[in-house]
Structure formats: structure tokens, C-alpha cells
């Protein structure tokens, strides 16, 4: 039986969380429980008073061709080792997807695994790279200008900047970046900015230790020095830094020497081609040609 989760099923989702996602952080799965996971978002899967599989629907928007668009990023899909490979979550799958048919034009999911969620109409559309660095790839320079307990505000403005160069991205608010600020302290990581000469933030860097290497999750930045003082920043935290960017962030000209590796971020479906034609005015039959439609490069970086 499918239906939505309650309350008092929440402890039965986390430790099918537990045992599906070993390698995820606890730290990162507290914050999430207690600050993102909405019960009415869930969806489950009971058979025999047992949740067999869960995955959440949460609801979002997007910024496409400047037009504000519905969606949904779908997450924490997840079936109990133990009952796998039975089709329980192929059926919770297709009714969130019947749901989502009903309100929005395209919904997201993240995955690792994008092999999986093809036979339900899902494409990858979203990719990012990733430039491993380390202290040779880049001439040494002062950290001026850093500064690591950067205002929720400051952050809102820097990233509306930079964020415009962009399509197809979440539009944030101030209460993004508070609960943003919330989620760095919570796994351990830390949000260092980079200031001009008048005080001016030009950029911000999200900064995730990971053993001896540290993981630059975000990088924002609106010059080229903004960039350089910031990975420096992350150089002088960590020998090795991977700096996660966009498919269309070409850094090569600053790092000719980095590894870079190009990797699947976020799948898109397509629910509706033909209202999708109308809203834009370009005829679509596919998740590609709706997206080849854009006016920019895509940049959707988001944890879920």
C-alpha cells in the first residue's frame, strides 16, 4: 500500500536511510531530519505494516528563461536491502510521478545513479565538474580580503549576482542562507568570503573537510580575483581541494594542470510537452529539447 508517512513512522524512514546511505555523513542526516524533511512531503510503501520503501518529493522553483517554474526534487529514494528487487519502489515511483504530472511541468531528481531512473522518463540534464587541486596548481597569494563568518545577507546579494549568469538555478532568499550557515556548522564545514578594497563581497566559497582533502562545494565568485583568493583560501585548509563547479565553469586557462573530471549532478523529467511548448512557444517532444531552449548555461548546485 502506498500512501503519504506520518509522525510516527519517521524513525522507521531514518533507519532506511541508515542502512541505504552508509557512506552519508550523520551529521549531514540530523540536519536534514530536523530542518528540510517534511512528513507530508514523504511518500511510502507499507506491505505487511512494514515501510518497504520511501522517497521524498520536495517542493521547489526554478528559474527557466526567466519564468518561475513549479517543480519538485525528488530525494532519499530508497528501498529496505531486504526487500529489493520486487518492484516496490518501481510502484511508489510511479505514483509520486502521477502527482507530480498533475502540478508541474518538469520534476528533478538526484542520483548517483542515473541508469536507474531513465525508464521513468528521466534525463540527465544537469552535469558539474570537478577540479582536483593542490598547492603547485596555483601561485600562493595573501588571504586579504577572507573573511569566514561571512552575513546571511551578504551572501544573498553576492550570490543574486553571480547567480544571473546562469539558467535553469533555485532562486534563494535570506532564509536560505540562515538555514545554509545552520547546515555548514552542523557537518562541520565552514562559508569563508572574499571582500574588495571598499568592502564590497565578491564572492563566497563552501568549504567541506573530507579527511586530508577538503571539498569546495560551492564556489561563487565575480572576478577572477575573487576566485584566485578563494581557492587559496581552500589550499591553505587542505593539501588536495576538489573544487565543484558547473558543466560550463571552464577553469582551465586558471588551473591548466588540475585533473578534471566531468560527472552526472541532477536528472530532469519532462511531464507535459505540449504545455511545455505553449508556456515557451517553441515546439518539444523531449526532456532535451526543452532544455536546449535555454538562454544560458545551466547551474543548479544544491544539497537535498
Not at 214 to 241: F, G, I
Not at 244 to 273: G, I
Amino acid at each position: 500500500m502506498i500512501e503519504k508517512a506520518t509522525e510516527d513512522r519517521i524513525g522507521e524512514i531514518r533507519q532506511i536511510w541508515r542502512l541505504c546511505f552508509p557512506l552519508e555523513d550523520p551529521r549531514y542526516t540530523e540536519f536534514f531530519f530536523k530542518y528540510i524533511f517534511k512528513v507530508e512531503n514523504c511518500f511510502v510503501n507499507i506491505q505487511e505494516d512494514k515501510i518497504v520503501s520511501v522517497i521524498l518529493r520536495n517542493p521547489r522553483t526554478i528559474m527557466f528563461n526567466d519564468r518561475v517554474l513549479a517543480t519538485s526534487m525528488l530525494v532519499g529514494a530508497a528501498t529496505l536491502p531486504s526487500e529489493q528487487n520486487k518492484g516496490y519502489m518501481t510502484s511508489l515511483m510511479h505514483t509520486v510521478l502521477d502527482a507530480c504530472e498533475n502540478s508541474e511541468l518538469i520534476t528533478l531528481i538526484q542520483t548517483e545513479t542515473p541508469d536507474l531512473y531513465e525508464p521513468f522518463g528521466f534525463r540527465t540534464i544537469y552535469k558539474r565538474q570537478d577540479y582536483t587541486l593542490e598547492r603547485k596548481d596555483l601561485k600562493q597569494i595573501t588571504n586579504f580580503g577572507c573573511a569566514y563568518e561571512p552575513s546571511a545577507i551578504d551572501l544573498l546579494k553576492v550570490y543574486s549576482a553571480f547567480i544571473m549568469r546562469f539558467n535553469g538555478f533555485y532562486p534563494r532568499d535570506l532564509e536560505y542562507f540562515n538555514l545554509y550557515k545552520k547546515q555548514m556548522v552542523a557537518v562541520g564545514g565552514k562559508i569563508v568570503a572574499y571582500y574588495d578594497e571598499k568592502n564590497r563581497i565578491r564572492g563566497y566559497a563552501v568549504m567541506i573537510p573530507q579527511g586530508n582533502e577538503l571539498r569546495v562545494e560551492e564556489l561563487v565568485y565575480l572576478d577572477s580575483m575573487a576566485l584566485m583568493k578563494l581557492v587559496n583560501a581552500a589550499l591553505q585548509e587542505r593539501r588536495k581541494v576538489h573544487l565543484l563547479v558547473s558543466e560550463a565553469e571552464d577553469f582551465r586557462t586558471f588551473f591548466p594542470n588540475a585533473e578534471v573530471k566531468k560527472y552526472s549532478s541532477t536528472m530532469v523529467r519532462l511531464n507535459d510537452a505540449n504545455l511545455f511548448s505553449r508556456v515557451f512557444n517553441k515546439k518539444v517532444t523531449t526532456v532535451e529539447e526543452a532544455f536546449a531552449l535555454t538562454h544560458k548555461p545551466l547551474n543548479l548546485n544544491e544539497w537535498e
